[in-house]
């Protein structure tokens, strides 16, 4: 994993992204210097064409979903997806190529190279996302524990870490009962330090729910941290690998003592101008969406346009949020609050439009404006569901230690919720935002959110 502003991001990621803009651009350069004369329309300006092409096709399949690591669509998607970005490359390959002053059967030469190099990288992006990787990005890990704890952890990681490669469970001393599979387990005989380094393990991760009293062996870890090899509880691996702090693994003292969760002025000073600029800026490109938005709603079934609904904030504090609506009248006419649910049936048809590309969430940026919400932040909730999910959910309540968001971490980590487990699966989401929330993060999450509309993923 690497470290960017506080957020991480998987190596695969990185590398996956670091090929997409210096493939192409190498290409073109290449093509350019074999060209005769080519020092005549200079080099530097082609180059900076190559990288603005390179930029703007990453953030395209950046937003097509290229980049997830975890993923559930099938090939044919994956595909129709990657001939979607072609189409899109060569309007603006023939664009940006078009600015260099060269003959056309010279321009016409770097625009193939750029993108046969774009074409590559797409076969390579629809190969992996359905192939598990080799050993060069595979992530060797070894699990320091063999009970209930320990095969919960490789159940987990199996099914939500596609390039983690579980070496074995080595026993703890404190381990009652064996719960992983007997050929799984690794011999105690076997020092833990000279296992690591046998097995090339990057990584130890203790799974172990007993460690007072001498239950762990203190010794054994230290040795393998001071040679080089990682040691991490659960809830530093799952925030680090999967982006959410685990309820299952997550204790007390791992909130209070470690690291995060801290609160100052200067971001909120920061967060609060990015907030303003960012949503006055979308407000006035979205008034034509929102007036025929508006327009529809009405003539659909009347009014009013809009709705106001109780929400919880920042502090547990209440205000209106405001959104179009896009369900019946009488959608609660018998007073009970109920969650949206796939096909929802009290949805009307333009409301169905406008979740799906999420119009329907615009109106809220007035609320970003008057300072009850966020750009980016967990999603406010209703006061009903509040007190249940915060009575059968714990440290529910700490997401309302920051402002609830437009958009969030969780919403793009995650499908729309419904039921009490998708809360409990989005608090983790949340708790990460919280713990971690920075002005880059805030860009991350509007950058995905972009392709999350594009996709209609995640939408009742």
């Given amino acids: ?8 991001f998987h190596r695969k990621t990185v590398a996956q992204v670091g090929i997409d803009l210096v493939f192409p651009v190498a290409c073109v350069l290449l093509a350019a210097l074999w060209i005769e004369h080519s020092r005549e329309f200079g080099l530097a300006k082609v180059a900076f064409y190559a990288v603005s092409f390179a930029l703007t096709m990453t953030a395209i399949n950046a937003w097509l979903g290229f980049y997830q690591r975890v993923h559930c669509r099938t090939r044919t998607e994956t595909q129709a997806r990657a001939v979607l970005s072609l189409y899109l490359a060569i309007p603006l390959a023939y664009v940006a190529f078009s600015m260099v002053s060269m003959a056309e059967v010279d321009r016409g030469f770097m625009l193939l190279a750029g993108l046969s190099a774009l074409f590559a990288t797409l076969v390579h992006r629809v190969y992996s ?11 060797r890990v070894l699990v320091f524990g063999v009970g209930e704890e320990a095969e919960h952890v490789s159940r987990v990681l199996r099914a939500s870490d596609p390039d983690i490669q579980i070496v074995g469970f080595y026993p703890c001393p404190s381990d009652a009962e064996p719960a992983v ?35 762990l062996p203190l010794r054994e870890l230290l040795d393998c941290k001071l040679s080089g090899v990682k040691v991490l509880d659960l809830p530093t691996y799952f925030e680090r690998a999967l982006g959410q702090i685990r309820l299952d693994s997550l204790r007390v003292g791992w909130l209070i003592f ?7 002025w200067r971001r909120n ?18 008034l034509p969406i929102m007036l025929i938005t508006a327009i529809m709603v009405l003539v659909e079934d009347g009014f009013p346009v809009f ?10 504090r209440l205000f209106k949020v405001v959104k179009f609506r896009s369900m019946r009248n009488d959608a609660e006419s018998d007073g009970t609050p109920r969650w949206a649910t796939a096909n929802d049936d009290r949805v009307t048809r333009v409301g169905r439009i406008i979740r799906k590309v ?3 969430e615009l109106p809220q940026l007035y609320s970003v404006l008057t300072g009850d919400m966020s750009l980016v932040g967990p999603r406010p909730e209703r006061p009903y569901f509040v007190d249940k999910l915060t009575r059968d959910i714990p440290f529910y309540a700490v997401r309302h230690s920051v402002k609830p968001g437009v958009t969030g971490w969780a919403q793009v980590r995650y499908h ?17 935002y919280v713990k971690n929330h920075t002005l880059f993060l805030d860009i991350v999450v509007i950058f995905q959110t972009v392709g999350v509309v594009l996709s209609g993923e995640g939408a009742q």
């Fill in 1 to 8: 994993m690497i470290k960017v502003f506080n957020h991480w």
């Fill in 129 to 139: 996302a359905h192939h598990r990787t080799g050993s060069l990005m595979s992530h």
């Fill in 181 to 215: 599979p007997p050929r799984e387990i690794l011999p105690r005989e076997v020092s833990l330090l000279d296992t690591a380094h046998s097995l090339k393990v990057r990584e130890i991760i203790v799974a172990v729910r007993e460690r007072r009293g001498g239950a």
């Fill in 258 to 264: 470690g690291d995060g969760f801290r609160q100052n």
């Fill in 269 to 286: 000073v920061v967060k609060r101008l990015f907030d303003i600029i960012v949503a006055s800026l979308l407000l006035l490109l979205s």
């Fill in 307 to 316: 709705y106001r609904q109780e929400r919880v904030g920042l502090g547990g």
């Fill in 358 to 360: 999420r119009i329907d």
């Fill in 416 to 432: 729309y919720g419904s039921t009490v487990d998708d809360s409990i699966q989005k608090l983790q989401y949340d708790l990460y």
